[in-house]
C-alpha cells in the first residue's frame, strides 16, 4: 500500500513543483536546471560510488563487516537513478543521499528495524586444531586425446 502511494505521491509532488518553479523562473530556466542536476548528479554519483567501491573492498580485505560499505553503495546507485529523473522533489532526495552523514543515518535507521544476527568478522581469531580437515590427492595427468564421453 505504501509502495502505490508513493507511486501516486512522487509524480503529483513533481508536476506540482514543476508549476510553481515554471510560473516563478519560465520555462527554460526550469528546464535548465532539471538538465544541470541530471549531469551534476552523475559525476557526484560517479566519484562517490568509486569511493563506495574501495571502501566495500577494503572492508573485504581487512575481515571487516561490509554491510555498511554495501548499503552506501546501494543508496548512491539510488541517487543517481532519483537524479536522472526529471523532477525537483526526486532532485532533492537523490542529491541528500549523496552526503556521507545522511546515509549513515538512513543506515543506523534501517539497522535499528532489522534482526539480524551477529556475523564474526574479527579477523585476528587463529584456527583451532579441529576447524583443520585433513585430507589427500592423486595427481592426475591430462589426456591428450577426448574421454570418449563425447563424441567429435
Known amino acids: 500500500m ?6 501516486i505521491a512522487v509524480p503529483l509532488i513533481e508536476i506540482g513543483l514543476f508549476i510553481q518553479v515554471g510560473d516563478y523562473i519560465g520555462l527554460w530556466p526550469t528546464l535548465l536546471i532539471v538538465l544541470l542536476t ?20 577494503n572492508s573485504f580485505l581487512t575481515m571487516q563487516n561490509p554491510v555498511e560499505p ?3 553503495g546501494a543508496m548512491i546507485l539510488f541517487a543517481g537513478a532519483l537524479l536522472l529523473t526529471p523532477g525537483f522533489f526526486t532532485d532533492f532526495i537523490g542529491i541528500l543521499l549523496l552526503f556521507p552523514q545522511f546515509r549513515s543515518f538512513v543506515v543506523r ?9 551477529k556475523f564474526n568478522f574479527n579477523h585476528s581469531e587463529k584456527y583451532r586444531s579441529d576447524d583443520v580437515i585433513d585430507g ?16 567429435d
Open 109 to 117: 535507521q534501517f539497522r535499528s528495524r532489522i534482526k539480524m544476527d
Open 2 to 7: 505504501r509502495l502505490l502511494l508513493a507511486f
Open 70 to 72: 554495501l548499503a552506501h
Open 38 to 57: 541530471a549531469v551534476i548528479g552523475t559525476s557526484l554519483v560517479r566519484s562517490q560510488g568509486i569511493q563506495a567501491l574501495t571502501k566495500l573492498q
Open 136 to 151: 589427500s590427492f592423486d595427481e592426475v595427468t591430462p589426456r591428450d586425446s577426448p574421454s570418449g564421453w563425447t563424441k
